[in-house]
């Protein structure tokens, strides 16, 4: 069956193959080439394409050509050489189809042999050859023949065995030409390259069924020993259970099996959860502390540069510009004459200025102690916050896990403590007392109440002596 949307360059060469003269059809064929190689390698179009070739019947007559007679071809052994190329790379990625059998049992190994003939047929031209522009010519099409065999046997490995048990390639092993020997060794050592990664494969993927099937056995044994174990246990249990009892046990062990089912869901479930929780806190503090430190540096960066920033000078004077300017001083001078100062005045003056100094540097060094402070205490309350933040749950708190919750500042233990105290006497208290409070009422509570120390979590500070 023809296939559908068929290119119309391929319905052209086939049309022309039919109405041609025998002797003009390899001369045809050689316009595949030029289809084949402005196509893209490996894509959906080459593939139709080369669906197309084969549905026309042109890989047929491409084989048809290259079995005749090279000295009854058009071109001679340029037109045969190209040929094989076009055959080669059009039966490789080929998928027939309905033809399937037909293609890999008979046109394959065909084609095959046909390269290996025409590889035989230029070795006894090439040794017969007199001129040395012959035998390179001739030489040429041999390693182009070859390539086109490897190719072929590259994207169908199953064709090497035909290949090795050929009687056209034990003819070629057996060449004297040194030149042509070497291209025969080269191709013999790629081929046994592919047949060898062809073993390893095949070996990886029987190594892989048999692990396979190994699995599956042990699992199948798992389930049976542990269907065993539960049927022996039921009959156990139907010894010991009174008959009148049995419905109820099936109903208890129902409950229960659901029970460990549901409690390993949720546990999955939870844990899920916190992992997925815990990478967007990491990624959230992380960002955090990045843009933190950004901030610091830009900080740092911009006071060094008021601090540091280079004095540029004043522009150069002339001399005319000096006299304009000292004689406008001059005139300030005259026109504002200082009132004469006793040396009394001056030296209370002098001390006055030094004690406002002193005093402006003490109040600096107070104010830069207190904001060294606030620093470290904002600095620890961010630490404590960390803390917490990774620390986990009281619940599952083990070892010195339970430290991570205690306060090392004052206010913060006695803060605790009170909110500790007032829920205490809030729990404790008798109902009647708690009518007409609300939840978020406080509860005063006595000072030597909150100095008492409580060895429990979220009181720090250190201890009184």
């Known amino acids: 069956m023809k296939p559908t949307g068929t290119d119309p360059r391929i319905l052209s060469i086939a049309a022309e193959v039919a109405k041609s003269p025998e002797q003009n059809v390899p001369v045809i064929l050689l316009k595949l080439k030029e289809i084949i190689n402005i196509t893209p390698l490996g894509s959906s179009e080459l593939k139709k394409i080369k669906q197309d070739i084969y549905c026309y019947d042109l890989i047929q007559y491409c084989l048809l050509v290259l079995s005749q007679d090279c000295s009854r071809i058009q071109g001679g052994w340029t037109t045969i050489s190209q040929l094989t190329q076009i055959l080669s790379h059009c039966c490789v990625g080929l998928e027939p189809g309905e033809d399937a059998e037909e293609f890999y049992n008979e046109l394959l190994p065909s084609a095959a042999e046909n390269f290996l003939f025409l590889g035989r047929q230029l070795q006894t031209c090439f040794i017969n050859a007199a001129k040395a522009e012959e035998k390179d010519e001739l030489l040429h099409f041999f390693q182009i023949v070859t390539d086109s065999l490897f190719w072929l046997l590259g994207g169908h490995v199953e064709l090497i065995q035909n290949v090795l048990q050929s009687d056209h390639f034990l003819h070629l092993l057996q060449a004297d030409n040194v030149q042509i020997g070497s291209a025969v060794m080269m191709m ?278």
């Open 188 to 465: 013999l050592q790629n081929i046994l390259q592919i047949n060898r990664s062809k073993r390893t494969k095949m070996l990886l993927e029987i190594n892989r069924q048999k692990e396979e099937e190994d699995l599956k056995l042990r699992l199948q044994l798992q389930r049976q020993r542990a269907m065993r174990l539960s049927r022996e246990l039921r009959l156990s249990m139907l010894e010991i259970v009174h008959p009148g009892q049995v419905e109820k046990h099936y109903r208890e062990m129902e409950e229960k099996s659901a029970l460990i089912i549901q409690k390993h869901w949720r546990g999955y479930r939870e844990r899920k959860n916190f992992h997925q929780q815990r990478q967007s806190l990491t990624e959230y503090k992380a960002a955090v502390t990045l843009q933190r430190a950004a901030l610091k540096f830009l900080a740092k960066c911009h006071k060094k540069k008021k601090l540091f920033t280079s004095w540029r000078g004043l522009q150069e004077l002339t001399d005319a510009r000096r006299v304009e300017l000292k004689q406008q001083v001059d005139d300030y001078v005259r026109r504002h004459l200082g009132s004469p100062m006793s040396d009394v005045v001056s030296r209370e003056l002098h001390a006055q200025a030094q004690e406002r100094l002193q005093h402006y540097f003490m109040g600096r060094a107070v104010e830069e102690r207190a904001q060294q402070h606030r620093e470290a205490l904002m600095a620890q309350i961010s630490t404590n916050v960390e803390q917490l933040m990774k620390a986990p749950s009281l619940k599952e708190a083990e070892g010195k896990e339970p430290e991570l919750f205690l306060s090392r500042s004052r206010p913060v233990a006695a803060k605790a403590k009170q909110a500790h105290l007032t829920t205490l006497k809030h729990i404790q208290a008798p109902w009647w007392k708690k009518l007409g409070e609300e939840s978020g009422d406080e509860v005063d509570v006595p000072k030597d109440e909150l100095s008492v120390e409580l060895e429990t979590l979220f009181i720090g500070g250190t201890k009184p002596p």
